[in-house]
């Protein structure tokens, strides 16, 4: 038995056509649907792409009790597990962050392995004191490390000008290759792992010629993790530009099916197409991801399974399966335990029958909103304080993204318990971060996705609001959190819910939000949301005098009512210090509340 996995990064099941899209140019992705079995309820986990891969080794949800980080020394690998039971397992892929401190512990699992330079900001060549002068819609270097990616994307493009030399390209090539070697042989699984259609969209004009549209404005096609605030020629240019790129994957994808059938592999393959996560292209206001709700765009993602015992082709499944889901297929597929440490569960039972394997789906970021669907509605419950805390790290590899925790992150580092599934190791207890975004500020949601499969209007029904969270807690109890991520959400984990609770649950985040120095003046909730990000931004020994100093600005000024302006116009008078850029990303940011 074979298996081969073709993964992409931030692929919006929306924009295919197997999804409802009916213009998008894809015709592999379509042939992809006659061969295997479409998923319409697959959800992500753990967001975003370590942390989902994360997932994808252990089976078992990520972001309750750490952020972006590497394999753990007592995770169960589902590659290394197959690689010690004499499956061969091979990663090709060109997704960066394997080979940064925050995934340097990943492609090590598999027996072998090959890395594709160039994607991104990916530190591959080196030009010394080369200036990038491109004009863009997006400003990407007033954050200096957007800054330092953006100058390194534009050098790696200079050696993929041609399509045979781009990242997918190679990633792909080399994929294929060992398909062609080792067709004829037994036990072997092979992750074929292309970072597109994640941003930057770099696609070559064949693709592009695909969308024609009228477009004047700025080189754009790498949209920032922001709201929407460009015109809707710049995104509807940027949807294009992501079209085109997926276009690209979908040539791809058509090689791996190609060979497939060249060598009649479906009758003794395992084929699964899938993705980390989704993407917003302008849904909801937003680009991208992280920085907002975890809407459907974003958590509700594609994934297509070939499964060559059951051999259940063209068919759709509604049941609700998760990330986690995988590595247990994976595993019972080569007739290999599955550890107890796995939540998910195999998806054979689903694929031959549509067997439901769970009631209700976890996801989530570390330190934002805990989210919960049964695949009629999805609640997003919200930190009950505007502090967000208790939260902290449980992790044996302090690392981050790009870099090693700070020495100052680990000053107040302790040892704890250790959790169910870390094999009686005691891993370090380290304080959180508190992150580009407070969740508080949007606030716990309730959508119905039958009825509103958009998420344009947040509903109130205290029943399903109820069931819900019993089910997140449950969920949350089985995964081992942590007792201060109860205590964040304001929940109590020991008391049997009720309707009343609800409710007080409701009031009490909306009190807590009150800021007492402030209660003669009225305002907007978006400005209240911006006044406790200035806080936030403010440092701790700071914020008293910080507070004073605006509450006189704003009697001085005779005001009844805060404006947003108020705030800019106190800053510039009080705060100089604060870089002015900086303060406006994040006083725009933080005044969203959806």
Known sequence: M???????????????????????????FKRLQEKTVTFDNCYAGSLPCMPARRELHTGRYNFLHRSWGPIEPFDDSM????????????????????????GGTYHTRYSTFELIRGQEGDPWKGHVNESVNIETEVDHTRNPIMKQLFEQDQINREYYKEENAHPQSLTFKNGLEF???????????????TFDPHEPFVSYEEYKDLYPHDYEGKHFDWPPYYFVQESEEVVEHGKMEYAALLSMCDRNLGKVLDMMDKYNMWEDTMLIVNTDHGYLLGEHGWWAKTVMPVYNEIANIPLFVWDPREKARNTRREALVQTIDLAPTLLEFFN?????????????????EGEKIREAALFGHHGLH?????????????????????????????????????????HNMELTEPFDFM???????????????????????????????????????????????????????????????????????AKELTIEDIKAYREREERSGELEELAEFDMKRSVRNQIIGLMNMTPSEERDQTLQALVSFLRQQNKTTILESDLYEFKQQHLQHMDDSMFDYFMGLVGRTN
């Open 423 to 493: 094999k009686n190791v005691t891993p370090l207890k380290i304080k959180a971060g508190k992150g580009l975004i407070n969740p508080y500020q949007y606030g716990s949601k309730l959508y119905n996705l039958i009825e509103d499969p958009k998420q344009e209007n947040e509903m109130q029904d205290m029943e399903v609001e109820l069931r819900l969270t019993k089910a997140l807690v449950k969920l949350m109890k089985e995964n081992d959190a942590p007792m201060e991520q109860y205590e964040r959400l304001g929940l109590d984990s």
């Open 336 to 352: 290999v335990d599955i550890p107890e440490t796995m939540q998910g569960k195999p998806l054979r039972g689903v694929i031959k």
């Open 2 to 28: 074979k298996a081969i996995m073709v993964m992409f990064d931030s692929l919006n099941r929306n924009m295919l056509p197997n999804y409802g899209c009916d213009w998008l140019h894809a015709p592999n």
């Open 79 to 102: 590659p290394e597990l197959l690689k010690n039971n004499n499956v061969h397992s091979h990663l090709v892929t060109d997704h960066q962050h394997y080979w940064e401190d925050g």
């Open 370 to 410: 805990v989210n919960i669907t049964d695949g009629d509605y999805v609640f997003m419950k919200g930190p009950a304080t505007p502090e967000n805390g208790p939260l902290y790290e449980y992790t044996l590899m302090p690392t981050h993204m790009r870099n090693m925790f700070s020495p100052s992150e680990l």
């Open 179 to 193: 398909i062609e070697k080792n067709h004829n042989e037994n036990d072997w699984f092979l992750q074929l792992e």
